[in-house]
């Protein structure tokens, strides 16, 4: 699965009713961003594409959309039955 971010109202979900669909021995490939924009040095602080990306993630909020689940991907991957 590639750019699901904004795609499901659930990704937890879709997760495990894909392992619930899969084989033995099946697997499943996340590739996805995360559009909170930020640097460990603090040198994006301030700039305009993190202002940017603030004002997406808050745009999708706005209209009942939380986009900042990639975070999450790996626990709810273990939660769906990954070992």
Partial sequence: MRGIFTCFDSPSK????AF?????????????SDLNMQRMNGSMDGTALQE????????????GRNI???PHFADWVRDAGCK
């Fill in 52 to 63: 940017w990306s603030r004002s997406v993630i808050q745009g999708a909020a706005s209209m």
């Fill in 14 to 17: 879709v997760f495990s009713s």
């Fill in 20 to 32: 619930d669909s899969m084989k033995p021995g099946g697997w499943l490939e996340l590739q996805d």
């Fill in 68 to 70: 900042q689940v990639t």
